[in-house]
């Protein structure tokens, strides 16, 4: 199994690629099964993930086509073909590896008015039931039936109705899966407390482009009006905020000077305000940001939020910044209960963390100190990276196959910008 070597000490300078968002991307693709017609999407991230969810299209009797890319180009174009599906089952073996496949239910139902999905897997990161999709699928007019660790969904007479969705708290994927099944419904939905992450915005603009009705985009309620069919379209993924975040967190805590190109500012405008609290210098021109920092790291009092608050999948790679802040952090879990399983890794390299319940003290220390530790999930993988990247000595990353579900060609990027990392396998 592959580890990630990193001697820390280097300053990261220079210009840094931002690829496509790994999760607007698991949200697209699957709009592809809403229509006869290609769709053809550009910008889509060279992960694990993407390809999983490519072998999960394909069960389902949709064609993937990867367009001349070179191995070594950041980023693919692909085209999906669902001209005719042969099956409305995801099974377990693929769905275990990925709980994004649970976002195949709602296109399936909308336009096969059945669908039968393996109960999701994913990163361990605290419980994440699936009842809100449901729920908002039978609002609509589906029937649901949970067997055998398999939900089976299936509109009456072929076609949701449509209805009135009221989310009793913002949930992404819950959001998601039920716009997919309302665009080809018969009637009108009215979804009320949606999510408003920009990768449900981006979502509703690949849908739009493929002749959906929906207003409200943006915003805490979505109105759409079923349409019979839908059309292709070409669409290019939004850039990755997650994946622009983690590396300004890594420049930050190097001491360096990082330009991130290909970045939308608005769109991780929580982030980049944690940074400048922190005292981190950033620049936004056009796509790029610029981040900088030749001074000491401040503390901060942070809380995740859905989207427009602090994002959950940055808490982190915050963290592991502010082990070298001068002062303590506060830092409060507010949307998963077990996404402090880094903590004890990063005490491995020297971090003074203490955890109580959802909330983390973390004290800045002067030094961190290389060590071999283990990724947990995909973004405590990256903030094991960045404490790696500046710790004294050797850090040994392990179980990296998190960080290929949702970074595309790390080492590259990093070694880029003067980091001194590398892939080694165990042979």
């Given at each position: 199994?592959?580890?990630?070597?990193?001697r820390?000490?280097?300053?990261?300078?220079?210009?840094?690629?931002?690829?496509?968002?790994?999760?607007?991307?698991?949200?697209?693709?699957?709009?592809?099964?809403?229509?006869?017609?290609?769709?053809?999407?550009?910008?889509?991230?060279?992960?694990?993930?993407?390809?999983?969810?490519?072998?999960?299209?394909?069960q389902?009797?949709?064609?993937?086509?990867?367009?001349?890319?070179?191995?070594?180009?950041?980023?693919?174009?692909?085209?999906?073909?669902?001209?005719?599906?042969?099956?409305?089952?995801?099974?377990?073996d693929?769905?275990?590896?990925?709980?994004?496949?649970?976002?195949?239910?709602?296109?399936?139902?909308?336009?096969a008015?059945?669908?039968?999905?393996?109960?999701?897997?994913?990163?361990?990161?605290?419980n994440?039931p699936?009842?809100?999709?449901?729920?908002?699928?039978?609002?609509?007019?589906?029937?649901?039936?949970?067997?055998?660790?398999?939900?089976?969904?299936?509109?009456?007479?072929?076609?949701?109705?449509?209805?009135?969705?009221?989310?009793?708290?913002?949930?992404?994927?819950?959001t998601?899966n039920?716009?997919?099944?309302?665009?080809?419904?018969?009637?009108?939905?009215?979804?009320?407390?949606?999510?408003?992450?920009?990768?449900?915005?981006?979502?509703?603009?690949?849908?739009?482009?493929?002749?959906?009705?929906?207003?409200g985009?943006?915003?805490?309620?979505?109105e759409?009006?079923?349409?019979?069919?839908?059309?292709?379209?070409t669409?290019?993924?939004?850039?990755?905020?997650?994946?622009?975040?983690?590396?300004?967190?890594?420049?930050?805590?190097t001491?360096g000077?990082?330009?991130?190109?290909?970045?939308?500012a608005?769109?991780?405008?929580?982030?980049?305000?944690?940074?400048?609290?922190?005292?981190?210098?950033?620049?936004?021109?056009?796509?790029?940001?610029?981040?900088?920092?030749?001074?000491?790291?401040?503390?901060?009092?942070?809380?995740?939020?859905?989207?427009?608050?602090?994002?959950?999948?940055?808490?982190?790679?915050?963290m592991?910044?502010?082990c070298?802040?001068?002062?303590?952090?506060?830092?409060?879990?507010?949307?998963f209960e077990?996404?402090?399983?880094?903590?004890?890794?990063?005490?491995?390299?020297?971090?003074?963390?203490?955890?109580?319940?959802?909330?983390?003290?973390?004290?800045?220390?002067?030094?961190?100190v290389?060590?071999?530790v283990?990724?947990?999930d995909?973004?405590?993988?990256?903030?094991?990276?960045?404490?790696?990247?500046?710790?004294?000595?050797?850090?040994?990353?392990?179980?990296?196959?998190?960080?290929?579900?949702?970074?595309?060609?790390?080492?590259e990027?990093?070694?880029?910008v003067?980091?001194?990392?590398?892939?080694?396998?165990?042979?």
């Amino acid at each position: 199994m592959d580890r990630i070597v990193i001697r820390g000490g280097n300053r990261l300078t220079g210009r840094l690629p931002i690829s496509g968002a790994k999760n607007a991307a698991l949200t697209l693709m699957p709009c592809a099964l809403l229509t006869e017609e290609p769709v053809t999407l550009r910008n889509l991230p060279r992960l694990a993930d993407v390809d999983s969810f490519g072998h999960l299209l394909n069960q389902l009797g949709a064609s993937t086509e990867i367009e001349g890319a070179r191995p070594t180009d950041f980023g693919r174009v692909m085209t999906i073909r669902a001209g005719r599906l042969t099956s409305t089952e995801a099974p377990y073996d693929i769905v275990r590896k990925m709980r994004a496949s649970i976002l195949v239910l709602g296109p399936l139902v909308g336009r096969a008015g059945e669908a039968k999905v393996s109960l999701p897997g994913g990163c361990a990161i605290g419980n994440r039931p699936i009842d809100l999709h449901l729920r908002a699928l039978e609002a609509m007019g589906a029937d649901i039936e949970l067997a055998a660790g398999y939900v089976r969904a299936s509109a009456p007479g072929g076609r949701l109705p449509g209805g009135r969705v009221t989310f009793s708290i913002v949930s992404v994927g819950a959001t998601e899966n039920a716009v997919m099944a309302a665009v080809t419904a018969r009637g009108g939905t009215i979804i009320e407390n949606a999510a408003r992450e920009p990768e449900i915005v981006d979502l509703c603009n690949l849908l739009l482009a493929m002749g959906a009705s929906i207003s409200g985009v943006g915003t805490g309620t979505l109105e759409i009006e079923g349409r019979d069919r839908l059309h292709g379209a070409t669409y290019r993924v939004m850039p990755d905020r997650i994946e622009a975040g983690s590396y300004a967190c890594a420049a930050a805590i190097t001491g360096g000077s990082v330009d991130l190109v290909g970045i939308k500012a608005d769109d991780m405008r929580a982030t980049i305000a944690g940074l400048a609290d922190a005292g981190v210098t950033v620049i936004e021109k056009g796509d790029v940001l610029t981040i900088a920092a030749d001074g000491p790291l401040r503390p901060l009092t942070l809380s995740t939020a859905p989207f427009p608050g602090f994002a959950t999948d940055m808490q982190a790679q915050i963290m592991a910044m502010l082990c070298r802040a001068a002062g303590s952090s506060v830092l409060t879990e507010t949307i998963f209960e077990n996404r402090y399983m880094h903590v004890p890794e990063l005490a491995r390299m020297g971090a003074d963390i203490q955890v109580r319940g959802r909330t983390a003290l973390v004290r800045g220390v002067d030094r961190l100190v290389g060590a071999p530790v283990m990724a947990t999930d995909l973004r405590a993988s990256m903030s094991l990276i960045i404490a790696g990247l500046v710790a004294e000595g050797e850090t040994q990353v392990s179980r990296v196959y998190h960080l290929d579900r949702g970074y595309e060609r790390l080492e590259e990027k990093l070694q880029a910008v003067g980091a001194d990392i590398e892939r080694v396998g165990d042979g």
